[in-house]
Each structure stands twice: as structure tokens, then as C-alpha cells.
């Protein structure tokens, strides 16, 4: 009797787990989506050619690189806490090779470059 309630407990712990996880990926989804359109929009109307051929590249790393806070000092000692870059790195790198050439200024095509680089995160979370 004890091990089928701890068993159904670990289950809806697993399925919270899950949700809070997909809630996060849809938000970071959306947000990306918005952030990269309107920054297209704002880009393209605010840059000449040449300049404008940079604008996917441009927004895409305007709207993937998180603006995180510098760190500040933990104790006297003058340890301070570092910031992983790693995956950020990486999910740049990979949406740069991959997701910027399906954009352009005529067609930014949101949708694919927003599923392409939702794969680049997949991909550099896996390690």
C-alpha cells in the first residue's frame, strides 16, 4: 500500500516537473518569436544596405543571448560567482551555422528560424 503511493506521488511529481519544463520552453519560444520580428522590423527600417544584410544575424543574437546580470562579489575574499556561457555559446553558434540563412529581409520567416533554434537549444542541453 506504501510503495503505490509513493509510486503515484513520484509520478504527479514527474508530470509537474514536465509541465513547469514545457511552460518554460513555450514562454522562451513565444518571446524569441516577438523579439525577433519586431527586431527585423526595427532593423530593416532603421539600417541601409549593406548594414541590412545583417539584420537576421543581428536580431538573432539580440534575442538569444540573455542580457544576465554582471557578477557581483560573494564575500570579502574577492571570490565571485561565475556565469556559465557555455550553452549560450553554443545555442548561438548552432543557430548562426543553421537558423540565420532561412531569414531574410524580405521574409524573416519567424516561425522556422524560432523551430530552428528551439532545436539548437534542444540539442546543446543535451551536453
Known amino acids: 500500500m506504501k510503495r503505490k503511493r509513493v509510486a503515484m506521488l513520484m509520478n ?3 508530470v509537474m516537473v514536465m509541465g513547469c519544463l514545457l511552460v518554460q ?5 513565444r518571446h524569441f518569436k516577438v523579439c525577433y520580428s ?10 541601409t544596405f549593406p548594414k541590412s544584410l545583417l539584420c537576421p544575424f543581428t536580431c ?9 546580470p554582471t557578477p557581483s562579489p560573494t564575500s ?13 555559446f553554443c545555442e548561438l553558434g548552432c543557430a548562426t551555422h ?10 524573416p520567416n519567424v516561425e522556422k528560424v524560432a523551430t530552428c533554434v528551439d532545436s539548437c537549444s534542444e540539442k546543446c542541453s543535451e551536453g
Open 98 to 107: 543553421h537558423c540565420v540563412s532561412l531569414s531574410s529581409l524580405q521574409n
Open 25 to 29: 520552453t513555450e514562454a522562451k519560444s
Open 12 to 14: 504527479i511529481m514527474i
Open 60 to 68: 538573432l543574437m539580440t534575442c538569444l543571448v540573455p542580457n544576465q
Open 76 to 88: 570579502d575574499t574577492g571570490v565571485t560567482n561565475k556565469i556559465d556561457h557555455t550553452k549560450n
Open 38 to 47: 519586431d527586431c527585423h522590423a526595427v532593423c530593416k527600417s532603421h539600417t
